[in-house]
């Protein structure tokens, strides 16, 4: 069964470091999300590109926060400096164009110290 | 910020009685989605509803999109263990994918 590929797993970085993070989408799927994740709270959307355009980076913190799908297949999210807010789980999804339902990769645990 | 408002935030229910997580929103929705995520894992597509007044059943559980497409609900009947896990309702589409905060549900054995 296809899959959204994400890594690392985890990670833990200090404050004022540069991480990245990578995403992988199912074969085919033109919409690619991040996803940033509090523990106990929803999803709330960082970034969505439609291939390798931005479509949505209004929550997105572009001070330190970027993303690019450059050839509209993988995409890299990263964050520099890290602070230590930024410890949640960021997870990735993709889905069809038009289609609503969004298939999620297993996430990257941000850990900053 | 989240735009669908989810209740309740926590729920636990002893194994075999039914459970019911509502979703609403201040606006009217072009669809609803609902995503199941179990502890330590990530968010699961379960079904999304288009139609006003929609009903669809999954086994035991029951989703419903109400007349004026601005709220919708999840029931599962007779909860069993395996239904543990947060129920996260999202508005939108392929666009746009906003999540409520969710419902956590412990079931007792």
């Known amino acids: 069964e296809a899959e959204v590929a994400q890594s690392p797993r985890y990670k833990i970085t200090e404050k004022s470091q540069a991480v990245a993070f990578w995403c992988d989408p199912i074969?085919?799927?033109?919409?690619l999300y991040w996803y940033r994740q509090i523990l106990g709270q929803g999803p709330e959307l960082l970034v969505q590109?439609?291939?390798?355009?931005?479509?949505?980076d209004s929550q997105l913190p572009k001070d330190r926060f970027s993303a690019e799908r450059l050839k509209g297949v993988d995409s890299t999210l990263k964050i520099q400096p890290a602070e230590l807010g930024d410890s949640a789980m960021y997870l990735c999804?993709?889905?069809?164009?038009?289609?609503?339902?969004?298939?999620f990769g297993q996430g990257t645990r941000l850990t900053v110290v | 910020g989240q735009q669908v408002m989810q209740i309740p935030q926590y729920q636990h229910v002893q194994e075999g009685e039914d459970f019911t997580t509502y979703c609403n929103s201040s606006?009217?929705?072009?669809?609803i989605q609902w995503y199941k995520q179990r502890p330590g894992g990530h968010p699961v597509f379960l079904i999304q509803?288009?139609?006003?007044?929609e009903v669809k059943k999954q086994k035991r559980l029951t989703f419903q999109f109400g007349e004026a497409k601005k709220n919708s609900s999840l029931h599962i009947t007779a909860t069993q263990t395996t239904d543990v896990g947060t129920y996260f309702c999202?508005?939108?589409?392929?666009?746009?994918?906003?999540f409520g905060s969710g419902t956590q549900l412990t079931v007792l054995p």
């Open positions: 999804a993709s889905s069809l164009v038009n289609r609503g339902d969004a298939f």
């Open positions: 074969s085919g799927h033109a919409t």
């Open positions: 590109f439609q291939d390798e355009s931005v479509v949505d």
């Open positions: 606006t009217t929705l072009s669809n």
């Open positions: 509803l288009v139609k006003s007044g």
């Open positions: 999202a508005k939108g589409s392929a666009r746009q994918l906003t």
